[in-house]
């Protein structure tokens, strides 16, 4: 079913797919700010907030955002890689950019996990925000609530963009993409740094304001 | 603008509730204008269509105009028309309003002579607190009547604070041609002043549940003479000095610890 | 096509510099809203970086930039609505 | 296009446009019917108070309850009643069907950007349909909470037992998400596929209005995924997003944020309904004058004004609630904007008629009620702008006559002309005309009967969702035009029937239609029943607006297709 594209070259080369991806990549960053809007207007009207370093682990999460820099290099590398054709580099830089994936969200997953067991020393974190309960939990606050909802939205687009990143990089082993073929591998990459930008606006938002 | 009531018929054939409000007639003023703007555009636009039907139905007009409307004259026409409509309704309208509201609904009374009510609604009733003979809440003369009830004196102007016991309700006074929301984890306010005696009903306008419908209260409206004497005729509540803890101590559903200390309105 | 490796790398470089740079700010103790206001514009700054450089948006055409800048404004206004309501009470 | 497709393929997962249209169509007639009746047990309820559902309105669904509706299944009735006409009738109709039927065929396209896409979305909205009707097998019932589901009534701690509220919320998350998926395709298609020499000037007015709802939809559904993924977990984790008060252990959030997030989508919501009907009109308006769109470029611009605007005013749903007076006064004045280009392209439909040769086909008298119904509805809406006015109005009566002169009667009567005006090209044959002519009549009488005199009893005070009105002495008085409206919605609904039987009959009795029976101009009346899959043999090469009626320069007809040159035409 090929039609040809007549109409609108206003975009560009653009293609159909790209086009369609930034739809979304706008639409879900609307989704996204409209959380954190809630987060900073319930914050706004609170008498009170925690220091972001108090509770929450800043220095481990500051690696987080360092290693999702990294995957957004390794990632456009590898769209740099099957545009030269080179199919070696697309394999391996994808792979390593599923791995950062992979280890940011082991990373996040044990920061909730060491959150939701507690332990005395995060007791006395909380108390001294004013919290009871040595468990930092959803239902801990409005500032548990605003913390969970965001990051763990964002661990699920992590998610699914390692799962999506898997899939290409399936495809890119099969040598299905190459230098007249990289649009797919595109498009992925454009999600995939979204996802990095948007960790970029949650970690100011939670981790250091 | 003097009551425009006297001298424009409204298009509405069951009248509001009656009017026994200092400002009322303001919000039937500014609903009249509207009615009759209004119903001259409709007219308009039926008056039009009646007309094209008839003169350029396929029958007697077989051959349509070729006629783009795009031409200069025909934007000129439209957006002149626009902003007539603009005109003639929006601003006219927007400066009652704006001017209603500065006079009256958003210009709360302040002074001796005012009352001061607080009200906390709950899934389905209405509770009042009066401050009592020394005019601070909170202290252990307030006066808490039976609920759902809510006397008022003629003639004064009236503040009432609200906050909720649980989800939103909203005060809607239909003889007042007002209603307010109550919201939890923030005091609202309204004013009104009466002009006449008599009972009234007091309903919630916004769904709160199963009982929503039959969450009513009744409104007395009485001589200042008669007011004051049936105020103390009530059993003042004795409060307790923890204001924040209002609801864990229940007596047969009813709210007892409550209230707050009275907010200034901005 | 080009090649845009160095662009890319020194892309990185500076996102990784600017965040550090954030976390040792938040350390200090500078003045509330001057610390506010240098990591918002911290923050813009990179997410312009990832949107210009990794996204290509640098390459697209102008349309589709501002296009996607559009939704910004409003958000704005969403942001600034809800925040001041919010805040607002009628008594104090 | 291969030709051997097993059924599973044409029928059930079909990537054609055309059929995914049309399955959009008959989810959306079953919940119009469902919805109705439910408005039909409202309507009951509201004139006779607690007494025996009849058995022509199935009562013994009540049984449980001796017969009568009890105020818990009364918030559920009105609570889903709107929830399924906005969410499941009208957007599947008029967006789902219509957009998927119509966008591609006018402008020319094979298929939608993305068919795969397409029928996601289509099993994504019906998965939403089964959860939605799932929550009516609950023990404690559906959602009872009004199509707002203001928290924190619609929370744990609001007092509504039971799991609807989840399954409510559930339900509408997969629906927006089946949404957000049409809407990125309709967008990007319109974007991407247009026939050679359709500029978007060129695309028919119809196109324009789906299109331009599809980017509301893709603006503002994501904002309410928002909401409703903070309230699901504040139903479900425990979060205190929207609670605050004696309710909120520790602090809490704010109720207000949920109506402020909720309105941010709602209020475009209604535009989002009432686009494509606008496009519809300012359509069909001019192929039955025989006569081009009056101001054509104006009223889609008009349009594109609406939605800029749509976006700014949500706080006029909120004046009651202690909206701050700088908010109360922008947002009344950002909202009176409104009027100035709504009634510019109001205008110009008028103008349309205006010497142009009126064919009064069914599809025709449909597209005149809405210029009634919505002046109606459009002019009301000015009340509920004003701070004063609405201050007494909100929550009424009168508000429920606004938004169903805009939404039941004019989308109602927008999808019926939609139907009827596309039924040729979507089964090949005609519609009764003389039973669409009598449904056409019953329904405009009595609807104006049932929504006018809603506005009446809102102006006399009457407010809304309320289980028993009698309740109150000030409705007393207003009991008896209850009972008229009553009667009057019954009258509808019966009509309804009308066009049900016609449309069901004609699918199989119905004249065979000719190709191009309105003599339209735009392309899907150039291609024969039934449209392949691919839709066009070749991609036609557009020449022409797509209101070229009535040309002096095409000899011998007064219409001229989109693909044909005006020069050799006739
Ligand atoms: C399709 C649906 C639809 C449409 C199109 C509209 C259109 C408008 N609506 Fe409505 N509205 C709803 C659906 C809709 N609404 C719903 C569902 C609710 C209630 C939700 C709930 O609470 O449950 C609601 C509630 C609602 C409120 C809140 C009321 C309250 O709860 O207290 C307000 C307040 O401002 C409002 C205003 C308007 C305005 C100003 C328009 C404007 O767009 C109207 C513009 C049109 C005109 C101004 C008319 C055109 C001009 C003419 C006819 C004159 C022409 C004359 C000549 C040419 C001579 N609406
Ligand atoms: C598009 C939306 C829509 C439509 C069409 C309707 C249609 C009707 N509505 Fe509804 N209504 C709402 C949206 C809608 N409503 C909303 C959003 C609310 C607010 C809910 C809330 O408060 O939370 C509401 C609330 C509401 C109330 C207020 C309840 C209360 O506040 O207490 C009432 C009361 O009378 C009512 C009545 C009716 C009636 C009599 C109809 C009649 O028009 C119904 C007649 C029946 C039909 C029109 C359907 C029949 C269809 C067919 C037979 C199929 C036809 C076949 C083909 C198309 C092929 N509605
Ligand atoms: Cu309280 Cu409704
Ligand atoms: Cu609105």
Not at chain 3, 15 to 28: D, K, Y
Not at chain 4, 219 to 245: S, Y
């Amino acid at each position: 079913m090929n039609q040809t594209l007549a109409a609108g070259k206003s975009f560009g080369t653009a293609t159909t797919g790209k086009l369609a991806m930034w739809l979304f990549l706008v639409m879900d960053a609307l989704t996204f700010i409209t959380i954190l809007i809630g987060g900073i207007a319930l914050r706004n009207a609170a008498p009170s907030w925690p220091q972001a370093d108090v509770i929450l682990n800043v220095p481990l999460t500051a690696f987080n955002t360092f290693l999702l820099i990294c995957t957004s290099f390794t990632m456009v590398m590898a769209l740099n890689g099957v545009q030269r054709n080179d199919q070696k580099s697309l394999v391996k830089y994808l792979g390593l950019t599923i791995l950062g994936g992979v280890v940011f969200l082991g990373i996040q997953v044990y920061e909730y996990y060491h959150f939701i067991a507690g332990n005395e020393s995060l007791g006395a974190a909380l108390s001294a925000s004013g919290f009871s309960g040595d468990k930092f939990l959803p239902s801990t606050g409005m500032y548990g609530a605003v913390f969970y909802t965001t990051t763990s939205f964002h661990g699920l687009h992590v998610l699914s963009g390692v799962i999506y990143l898997f899939v290409i990089f399936l495809q890119a082993k099969n040598g299905i993409y190459g230098s007249d073929n990289f649009d797919r591998v595109e498009i992925a990459g454009l999600f995939w740094h979204f996802v990095d930008l948007i960790w970029i606006l949650v970690f100011t938002i939670i981790y250091l304001l | 603008m003097t009551n425009l009531k006297k001298w424009l018929p409204g298009i509405w054939f069951m009248d509001p509730p009656k009017d026994i409000s200092l400002d009322g007639y303001r919000i039937d003023n500014v609903i009249q204008y509207t009615d009759f703007v209004i119903t001259l555009y409709f007219g308009i636009v039926v008056a039009a269509l009646a007309f094209f039907v008839w003169k350029y139905n396929s029958r007697k007009h077989p051959k349509a105009a070729y006629e783009h409307g795009d031409k200069k004259k025909h934007l000129i026409m439209t957006v002149v028309m626009g902003m007539v409509v603009f005109l003639s309704i929006d601003v006219v309208i927007e400066t009652m309003s704006f001017r209603d509201l500065k006079e009256a609904f958003w210009n709360f009374p302040k002074g001796k002579d005012v009352l001061r009510i607080e009200a906390m609604p709950m899934q389905y009733a209405w509770n009042f607190r009066y401050a009592g003979e020394d005019e601070e809440f909170g202290t252990d003369d307030d006066v808490v009547p039976p609920q759902n009830i809510l006397n008022i004196p003629v003639n004064t102007p009236v503040v009432v604070q609200l906050t909720t016991y649980d989800v939103i309700h909203s005060f809607y006074l239909p003889n007042f041609r007002i209603k307010q929301d109550a919201t939890p984890g923030m005091v609202t306010a309204i004013w009104f002043q009466a002009t006449e005696t008599g009972e009234y009903e007091i309903a919630c306008a916004e769904l709160c549940g199963n009982g929503h419908f039959k969450m009513k209260g009744y409104l007395k409206v009485q001589s200042k003479e008669d007011f004051y004497t049936w105020l103390s005729e009530q059993e003042p509540e004795v409060t307790e000095d923890d204001w924040d803890d209002w609801g864990d101590d229940e007596d047969e559903g009813v709210p007892t610890k409550w209230g707050w200390p009275w907010k200034e309105v901005k | 096509m080009k090649d845009h490796k160095k662009d890319y790398f020194y892309n990185a470089a500076w996102l990784t510099i600017i965040t550090l740079f954030e976390v040792w700010i938040v350390g200090t103790n500078l003045d509330r809203i001057a610390m506010v206001t240098i990591l918002i514009a911290f923050t813009v700054t990179k997410m312009m970086l990832v949107a210009l450089i990794y996204m290509h948006l640098r390459y697209e055409t102008k349309l589709l930039r501002r296009l996607i800048v559009l939704p910004i404004p409003l958000a704005l206004f969403f942001l600034w609505g809800v925040v001041y309501d919010l805040s607002f009470n009628w008594t104090i | 296009m291969s030709e051997h497709q097993s059924v599973w393929r044409k029928y059930i997962f079909s990537l054609d446009h055309k059929m995914i249209g049309k399955q959009y169509l008959f989810l959306g007639i079953f919940f119009l019917l469902f919805g109705g009746f439910q408005a039909l047990l409202i309507r009951w309820q509201l004139a006779y108070p607690e007494q025996p559902v009849p058995w022509w309105l199935l009562g013994f669904l009540f049984k449980g309850s001796g017969g009568i509706i009890d105020p818990d299944m009364y918030n559920q009735l009105f609570t889903m009643h709107g929830t399924i006409m906005i969410f499941w009738a009208i957007t599947p109709i008029l967006i789902g069907a219509f957009g998927n039927y119509v966008i591609p065929l006018q402008i020319g396209a094979r298929d939608m950007a993305f068919p795969t896409l397409n029928m996601l979305s289509f099993w994504t909205m019906f998965l939403a349909s089964i959860v939605l009707l799932a929550s009516y097998f609950l023990p404690d019932g559906t959602a009872a909470g009004g199509w707002t589901s203001y928290p924190p009534l619609s929370l744990e701690e609001g007092g509504i037992p039971g799991h609807g509220q989840t399954y409510w919320t559930l339900a509408l998350t997969l629906a927006g998400t089946s949404t957000m998926m049409g809407a990125i395709n309709y967008v990007i298609t319109v974007i991407r596929m247009r026939a050679p020499g359709m500029t978007y000037f060129k695309m028919p007015l119809s196109v324009w209005g789906l299109w331009l709802t599809s980017i509301l939809n893709a603006i503002f559904v994501p904002v309410i995924a928002a909401g409703l993924i903070m309230l699901l977990l504040d139903r479900l984790l425990g979060t205190q997003f929207f609670l605050a008060g004696r309710l909120a252990a520790g602090g809490g959030g704010d109720p207000l944020l949920y109506q402020h997030v909720f309105w941010i989508f709602g209020h475009p919501e209604v535009y989002i309904l009432i686009l494509p009907v606008w496009g519809i009109v300012s359509e069909l308006l001019s192929v039955f004058s025989r006569k081009p769109a009056f101001g054509y470029k104006v009223t889609a611009i008009c349009m594109c004004t609406i939605v800029v605007l749509s976006s700014i005013v949500w706080g006029h749903h909120m004046y009651t609630t202690g909206m701050s007076p700088l908010l109360g006064k922008s947002f009344m004045f950002l909202t009176l904007l409104i009027s100035i280009p709504s009634s510019i392209f109001f205008f110009n439909w008028l103008l349309t008629l205006w010497k142009g040769s009126l064919h009064f086909k069914t599809p025709m008298l449909y597209t005149m009620a809405v210029i009634w119904v919505f002046a109606i509805g459009g002019l009301t809406g000015l009340y509920n702008a004003t701070v004063t006015a609405d201050i007494y109005l909100h929550d009424t009566m009168f508000v429920v006559g606004h938004f169903h002169y805009t939404m039941a009667a004019s989308v109602l009567f927008g999808g019926y002309a939609a139907i009827s005006y596309w039924y040729p090209k979507m089964f090949g044959r005609m519609m009764n005309p003389l039973m669409n002519r009598i449904h056409f009549w019953g329904t405009f009488i009595s609807l104006n009967l049932v929504f006018f005199n809603m506005m009446v009893l809102g102006y006399a005070g009457h407010h809304r969702r309320i289980y028993n009105p009698a309740e109150y002495d000030f409705i007393k008085p207003l009991m008896g035009l209850n009972e008229f409206i009553t009667y009057a919605a019954i009258v509808l609904g019966a009509f309804q029937f009308i066009y049900l039987f016609n449309f069901t009959w004609s699918m199989f009795k119905g004249p065979i239609a000719e190709k191009n029976p309105w003599k339209s101009n735009t392309l899907e009346w150039t291609v024969d029943y039934p449209v392949p899959h691919g839709n066009f043999a070749e991609i036609p090469q557009v020449y022409n607006g797509p209101n070229e009626y009535s040309n002096p320069k095409v000899k011998g007809q007064d219409w001229v297709p989109q693909s044909v040159q005006i020069e050799s035409a006739g």
